[in-house]
T-cell receptor
């Protein structure tokens, strides 16, 4: 399996519900990031959480990081139809000089029904 | 800033032809990344540069693929000769080393017939 695996692969919810996506990784990291990709577009950075942080908020987004379990979760509260997209976690792996290289997971496809 | 610029946005070519994809990173960014995305393989890092120097090209699938970054504002990814299995969306991304967030271009959708 790969560094940065998201779970579930696909999630379908109703508008107003919360959406939770999980990410697991294998190596030690400097930070973990979440990105969003709308169909036919490039990825857009959502939020970054450093390895010494446990939780971070940005608007309706809440990210948690558990380095002991090598896992992270992204919670989107009060979802909207416009949140429909693919969501990717990406890790900046510790050790050596990476020059900003990230390892991306396979992504979770979120569909929010109006 | 206009963001990362990629051209062309769409490319349809025939097997055996040379394909050149172009990228202009965000001004001031010093790392540039080329990715390929397909349904089957997801998002794959092909090669990345720092200060115009290739750092890691281990993701380049084979010798048919080559990339250059002649200066801080321009990079190319070339496929010669192209094959149908090269059909994918190719993304370029840039970042400023130290801030770590990557900014993606809109991608080039390549179809090789």
């Amino acid at each position: 399996s790969q560094q940065g695996e998201e779970d579930p692969q696909a999630l379908s919810i109703q508008e107003g519900e919360n959406a939770t996506m999980n990410c697991s990784y294998k190596t030690s990291i400097n930070n973990l990031q979440w990105y969003r990709q709308n169909s036919g577009r490039g990825l857009v950075h959502l939020i970054l959480i450093r390895s010494n942080e446990r939780e971070k908020h940005s608007g309706r987004l809440r990210v948690t990081l558990d380095t002991s379990k090598k896992s992270s979760s992204l919670l989107i509260t009060a979802s909207r139809a416009a949140d429909t997209a693919s969501y990717f976690c990406a890790t900046d792996d510790a050790g050596g000089t990476s020059y900003g290289k990230l390892t991306f997971g396979q992504g979770t496809i979120l569909t929010v029904h109006p | 800033d206009a963001g990362v610029i990629q051209s062309p946005r769409h490319e349809v070519t025939e097997m055996g032809q040379e394909v050149t994809l172009r990228c202009k990173p965000i001004s001031g960014h010093n790392s540039l990344f080329w990715y390929r995305q397909t349904m089957m393989r997801g998002l794959e890092l092909l090669i990345y540069f720092n200060n115009n120097v290739p750092i890691d090209d281990s993701g380049m699938p084979e010798d048919r693929f080559s990339a250059k970054m002649p200066n801080a504002s321009f990079s190319t990814l070339k496929i010669q000769p192209s094959e149908p299995r090269d059909s994918a969306v190719y993304f370029c991304a840039s970042s400023f080393h130290g801030l770590n967030e990557q900014f993606f271009g809109p991608g080039t959708r390549l179809t090789v017939l």
